[in-house]
């Protein structure tokens, strides 16, 4: 009878020496975390790039409107689709006149956290990237910055859009103020995740399994990369450290990346290390959405990147992290607006 007690009693010692060393671990794996990554600010205001109501209402009316384009049928938002959490959910996008775009569309939620936008860093800024978006062959087919203030003349129903945001300009209908009210809207795209609950001090945010893929993801050597707020979006990397990236993603052409940009031979297969922020929601990956599933991208990504071939186990719990940096849609996203009246010429 009295060995019973005494075994319990021996078991939930070792329990409890089991348990402090568990939470010891956790408290570690957090700390370490935080000095790694940061959450996602309330809001990706800057000097620059105020946020202001009435421009976050223009620019949503502006990123799902479709009169803009040549033939009046795409928006940005037939590329960045909410239902496809800011993505169009192809390998490579289709333009206006189906013309092929080269590469694959990222999604624009937490775009205000990048610090290199597009896969070559092709673009300034955010600004940058809506003007040049504005008359691009591919996104746009306006010949000119002419044409496409011309077509929003016609939609009458704007001028008193762009009056209220932009209250000091006597012509505040121009491109760069379209480019500074779509910005100022995506600015506003954010989607904190149970991740960032975590990072906030909230061990018991993420479940076990997340909690795991994280220490791999960190063990692994994924956050020399991926890291910030992002979770990645903040440098440079050649595509392929340890192999050739097209060897084993199968890639077709193969894109030399940011040398074509730069023209400068260190810079061949180099591209911007993607956020992770909702990858698990944007499937197809990488630059040339060349694989189809996250866990295929995750096994990709050690073998080229770090030389590690990845257990089916590791991968699983490195998904799981992943999955936790899902966040919900911003309401201002998740349904499209009723656009400004105005009927446009029809295309000849
Ligand atoms: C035809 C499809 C298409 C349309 C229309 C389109 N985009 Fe994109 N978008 C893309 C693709 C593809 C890329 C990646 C380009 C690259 O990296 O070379 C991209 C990149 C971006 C990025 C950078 C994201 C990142 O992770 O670097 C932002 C922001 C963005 N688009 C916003 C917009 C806005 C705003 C509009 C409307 C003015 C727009 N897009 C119209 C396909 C499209
Ligand atoms: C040496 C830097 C580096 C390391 C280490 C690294 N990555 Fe990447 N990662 C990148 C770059 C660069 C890209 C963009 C590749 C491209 O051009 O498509 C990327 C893309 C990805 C993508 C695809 C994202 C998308 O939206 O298409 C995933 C998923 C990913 N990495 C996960 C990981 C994981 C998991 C690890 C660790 C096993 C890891 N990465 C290690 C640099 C790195």
């Given at each position: ?53 009435e421009r976050v209402e223009l620019g949503r009316s502006l990123f799902f409107d479709p009169r803009l384009t040549i033939d009046g049928n795409m928006s940005c938002s037939s590329c960045h689709q ?267």
């Open positions: 009878m009295a060995k019973l007690p005494l075994y319990a009693a021996g078991l939930t010692a070792s329990f409890t020496i089991l348990l402090t060393a568990a939470a010891a671990q956790d408290a570690a794996l957090l700390t370490q975390a935080q000095e790694i990554f940061q959450p996602l600010a309330r809001d990706m205001a800057s000097a620059e790039s105020p946020i202001t109501r909410p239902a496809f959490y800011g993505t169009d959910a192809r390998p490579k996008s289709i333009g206006v006149q189906q013309r092929p775009h080269p590469r694959n569309a990222p999604t624009v939620l937490n775009a205000g956290a990048l610090n290199i936008i597009h896969w070559r860093g092709d673009r300034d800024s955010l600004e940058d990237q809506v003007a040049k978006a504005a008359t691009s062959p591919i996104t746009s087919g306006q010949p000119d910055e002419k044409a496409v203030i011309d077509r929003l003349s016609r939609v009458t129903g704007y001028a008193p859009l762009f009056a209220a945001a932009f209250p000091r300009e006597p012509q505040p209908a121009i491109v760069q103020n379209i480019a500074q009210a779509i910005s100022a809207y995506e600015r506003t795209l954010l989607t904190p995740s149970l991740f960032d609950a975590y990072l906030s001090g909230n061990q018991e945010a993420m479940p076990p399994a997340a909690r795991a893929g994280l220490a791999k993801f960190i063990n692994t050597g994924c956050v020399a990369c991926h890291n910030g707020v992002g979770v990645g979006g903040g440098m440079y990397q050649k595509f392929g450290v340890v192999e050739d990236y097209w060897k084993v993603t199968g890639s077709d052409p193969i894109d030399k990346g940011r040398a074509d940009v730069t023209k400068d031979p260190a810079d061949l297969y180099v591209f911007r290390v993607a956020s992770l922020r909702n990858v698990a929601m944007t499937p197809p990956y990488f630059h040339d959405g060349s694989v189809a599933t996250l866990p295929e991208a995750v096994k990709v990504m050690a073998r080229v990147q770090l030389g590690v071939t990845l257990s089916d186990a590791d991968t699983r719990d490195i998904v799981a992290l992943l999955e936790n940096l899902t966040g919900e849609l911003p309401a201002n996203f998740a349904t499209a607006p009723v656009l400004p009246s105005g009927a446009v010429a029809p295309a000849k």
